[in-house]
């Protein structure tokens, strides 16, 4: 089953376009958006909620709501078309090859059923696995997750779990049945920083160990400088700009990113650098905007922003941005202080 | 910002008390702090540490356990005259975490901002509440249009301003913001820290600032207190608790807290923090001056040997 090669691409998402239908129209949700993710690799997805991520990865796991229209693209997993697939021939896939965690771990477990259960239970329908060889994989499981006396709390129910443990034990059923690809949508969002330290710490772990090839959508930048080999930030239902970590957080392009970078302190943010704000809010995705629909909130857009949708300018071999600003003919301004001067100090330090 | 105590806090406890048998929820335990005329104070620390009913306590929601909150010179913990409640009440105003459950949804933004002003007979003439009103939305960046209108018809970012315009009304001195900006989408927080910082240097506002976010937290405030299962473990400049933490909690704190920088970031190393054991009677813990201006929680014998050191 293995047979993919570490780098090499497990799933690949081509110019998919998505619309809800509501009583004021359709929400034109995603418009083109496309992307792949390595064998191996950790993906990142940021951007302002309301902006797609979520509605992606339901696209990619067939976990859309009944009003969704799927009006264009593709998605290849291991050269397998699955946007065309049934759900029956899905659910085949769905927790044994891909596997999605959620933020609010209490949605995705069943209050008055045991934890133990909620294991074993996708072990046997999915693995077909018998009940002893079930249970002793599910306290395998739980202890691989850091559940101190897995035995004990096999028994228990989801409310005698604290919201980390909850999350770990999400992770534990998602992991079951040994999945090439992991989708987080925000796993760690409702969580303490101590103990979204953990839980990342343990997907990273599991990642290594079992070749993982995860998907991490997040709107905490501190959170995919942590986990991302590569970025994707979205913006009113596309992909505005995409590259390897570094070059997102070291050399990025696209205004929207650069708001994204300077919009919260971190703790290196000086009490006398003013945080940016993004004006106005997104667009109404009933009526996208003609042309860059981050133009209205753009300090630095052009006469073109408003006419005419930028195309993905190519930077380097895994940078990209769909931003005019690339253009051979455009001002060159160059990233905007403080962001400039962040950056050069970032990159004067030693590590 | 002046070297004059608006509030001062000692041993402030606050016990929830379950059963008559069963142990009391030490919420709040033993805490002093004080906070200088125009200063910010920071109060950070993980879900469930006691922020919050700290703030409430100040603020009088609460009947404290023990201790004592002095404001403006006077003692505001006990029973008060209704003239002396009435100069709390205006002169210390809370902001609160969820803008959608603190507002009435069936008053007009209008009616929600004057009510505080009408209870405390600020303006009794309608005309110059009017215009006071009129004055907190232009502050908070909102429009006089916007007065007529019922909370479910503005975004998070807009309730939270009204809120804030709310608080504002009744000239005071200081005020509790209780996780002003968690409950609001990321492209909305920097717009509220904007205005309550635009705020406090036009007013020489005080704020008692709570947040469980320490980068949030150490941008915002000149002085930060750390709280961890109901007590303050640290307590110095903003500066100082980033660049020289002293106490377990704190560094294991810092430690866990993403930055946005992958070189930096994937090489932290997280460390861990073991609860240990609360305090007993004999220990003694109390904030102990390590530096000048900076308290580290220790016990009698953990001072000592510290000393040693
Ligand atoms: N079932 C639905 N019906 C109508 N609109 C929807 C539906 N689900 C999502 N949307 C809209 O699609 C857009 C993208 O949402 P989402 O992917 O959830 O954003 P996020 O980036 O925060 O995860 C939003 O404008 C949202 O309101
Ligand atoms: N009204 C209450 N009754 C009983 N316990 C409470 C009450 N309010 C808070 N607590 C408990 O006190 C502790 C501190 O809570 P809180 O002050 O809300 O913490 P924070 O604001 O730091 O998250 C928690 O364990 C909480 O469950
Ligand atoms: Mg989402
Ligand atoms: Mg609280």
Redesign the pocket.
């Given at each position: 089953m293995n047979e993919y090669q570490k780098g090499e691409r497990i799933l690949d998402v081509q110019d998919l376009e998505l619309g809800?239908n509501?009583y004021a129209g359709q929400?034109q949700?995603l418009r083109g958006v496309s992307f792949h993710l390595n064998k191996g690799e950790t993906l990142a997805i940021v951007?302002?909620?309301?902006?797609?991520?979520?509605?992606?990865i339901?696209t990619v796991t067939k976990l859309l709501?009944p009003?969704?229209v799927i009006k264009g693209g593709s998605i290849t997993y291991k050269g397998q078309d699955i946007l065309n697939m049934t759900d029956k021939q899905f659910s085949q896939l769905r927790g044994s090859e891909i596997s999605v965690i959620f933020q609010d771990p209490l949605s995705s477990l069943d209050p008055v059923m045991k934890i133990g259960k909620q294991i074993t239970e996708t072990l046997r329908i999915k693995l077909k696995m018998p009940r002893e060889q079930a249970k002793a994989r599910a306290l395998e499981l739980m202890a691989a997750v850091g559940i101190p006396e897995p035995e004990k709390r096999f028994d228990e129910f989801p409310f005698q779990f604290s919201g980390g443990m909850r999350q770990r034990i999400v992770i534990a059923i998602a992991l079951a049945c040994n999945p090439e690809v992991l989708i987080c949508?925000e796993p760690t969002t409702a969580l303490d920083v101590t103990i979204q330290s953990q839980i990342l710490e343990l997907i990273g772990e599991l990642q290594r160990k079992n070749d993982l090839s995860v998907i991490f959508?997040t709107h905490d930048l501190g959170v995919v400088a942590n986990v991302a080999d590569r970025v994707c930030v979205?913006y009113a239902?596309k992909i505005v700009e995409t590259g390897t970590v570094e070059e997102i957080f070291y050399d990025p392009r696209h205004p929207y990113t650069w708001s994204l970078l300077t919009s919260m302190p971190s703790l290196a943010t000086s009490a006398e650098d003013k945080l940016t704000v993004i004006p106005g809010s997104?667009p109404n995705?009933v009526h996208p905007p003609k042309g860059d629909a981050f133009a209205a909130r753009n300090r630095f857009a052009m006469k073109i922003d408003f006419e005419e949708e930028p195309p993905m300018f190519k930077i380097s071999d895994t940078h990209y941005a769909a931003t005019w600003l690339e253009h051979p003919d455009a001002p060159k301004i160059g990233i905007p202080e403080p962001l400039k001067s962040r950056i050069a100090a970032q990159l004067a330090r030693e590590v | 910002m002046t070297d004059e105590r608006i509030l001062e806090v000692k041993h402030l406890c606050k016990f929830f008390y379950a059963g008559k048998h069963s142990a009391p929820m030490k919420a709040v335990n033993d805490v002093s702090f004080h906070i200088n005329r125009g200063e910010t104070l920071g109060l950070v620390g993980e879900s469930g540490c006691g922020k919050t009913t700290t703030g409430r306590t100040v603020i009088r929601l609460y009947q404290p356990t023990s201790g004592e909150v002095w404001f403006n010179g006077k003692r505001i913990d006990g029973k008060l005259n209704a003239e002396e409640a009435r100069a709390v009440t205006s002169k210390m105003q809370m902001v609160f975490q969820d803008p959608v459950a603190s507002l009435n949804p069936r008053m007009t933004v209008e009616e929600i901002i004057c009510e505080g002003v009408k209870i405390n007979n600020l303006y009794p003439s309608r005309e110059e509440r009017r215009k006071q009103m009129y004055r907190m939305l232009d502050m908070v960046g909102l429009t006089r249009e916007h007065a007529t209108r019922y909370p479910h018809e503005f975004s998070g970012g807009q309730r939270q301003r009204i809120c804030i315009a709310r608080a504002l009304i009744t000239q005071p001195d200081m005020i509790i913001a209780d996780e002003p900006i968690s409950a609001l989408d990321v492209s909305i927080q920097a717009q509220i820290l904007n205005i309550l910082s635009d705020l406090r240097k036009e007013l020489g506002l005080t704020i008692l600032f709570i947040a469980h976010d320490l980068s949030v937290v150490k941008y915002f405030s000149n002085r930060v207190a750390v709280m961890n299962a109901g007590r303050i473990v640290e307590l110095s400049s903003s500066r100082e608790i980033y660049d020289a933490p002293m106490h377990d909690y704190t560094k294991s704190l810092l430690s866990a807290i993403p930055v946005p920088d992958p070189r930096v970031e994937k090489k932290r190393k997280r460390i861990s923090y073991d609860r240990r054991q609360d305090y007993g009677p004999d220990d003694h813990p109390q904030l102990r001056e390590v530096r000048p201006e900076h308290f580290v929680l220790m016990s009698d014998s953990e001072w000592e040997a510290y000393q040693k050191a």
């Open positions: 809800f509501t929400v949700a951007g302002e909620s309301g902006s797609g991520k979520s509605v992606t339901k709501a009003n969704a949508d959508i979205m239902g997104l995705m | -």
